[in-house]
């Protein structure tokens, strides 16, 4: 099976060997995002709500550059440093998803790239 590399300017450029998402059949691997702004690539500023908001944003953007949107998502990965903002992430993901929303994961790690306390990945399919 071919693979195919999927880039957007409307999120952060890949920090490492790896693509923002990669198309394999009719699946979209997103790669993780964290709360990076695109155009600066510095964390975006405020509260955790803003940067879970953000996370989900990088995702939309790939997705989209991807041909779909994140209302194709089968699966979500939520990675948090602090188990407790977990009823945050469901509010914010209300307004990214519709029913059916999509398999989720939420785990819980002791740090994340850039000492951000978010980070998401999904696999859609278009």
Same mark, same amino acid.
């Given at each position: 099976?071919?693979?195919?590399?999927?880039?957007?300017?409307?999120?952060?450029?890949?920090?490492?060997?790896?693509?923002?998402?990669?198309?394999?059949?009719?699946?979209?691997?997103?790669?993780?995002?964290?709360?990076?702004?695109?155009?600066?690539?510095?964390?975006?500023?405020?509260?955790?709500?803003?940067?879970?908001?953000? %996370?989900?944003?990088?995702?939309?953007?790939?997705?989209?550059?991807?041909?779909?949107?994140?209302?194709?998502?089968?699966?979500?990965?939520?990675?948090?440093?602090?188990?407790?903002?977990?009823?945050?992430?469901?509010?914010?993901?209300?307004?990214?998803?519709?029913?059916?929303?999509?398999?989720?994961?939420? %785990?819980?790690?002791?740090?994340?790239?850039?000492?951000?306390?978010?980070?998401?990945?999904?696999?859609?399919?278009?």
């Amino acid at each position: 099976m071919s693979k195919k590399a999927v880039h957007s300017d409307n999120a952060p450029a890949a920090i490492g060997t790896y693509s923002q998402a990669v198309i394999a059949g009719k699946l979209v691997f997103l790669s993780g995002q964290i709360p990076l702004l695109p155009d600066t690539g510095a964390v975006v500023e405020g509260d955790f709500e803003a940067r879970a908001v953000q %996370v989900f944003e990088n995702l939309k953007a790939v997705a989209e550059a991807a041909g779909g949107t994140l209302n194709d998502a089968v699966k979500v990965t939520v990675f948090l440093t602090d188990l407790g903002n977990f009823a945050t992430v469901n509010s914010v993901m209300e307004r990214y998803f519709e029913k059916p929303f999509p398999a989720r994961a939420a %785990v819980g790690v002791a740090a994340l790239p850039k000492g951000v306390d978010v980070e998401a990945d999904a696999i859609i399919a278009i």
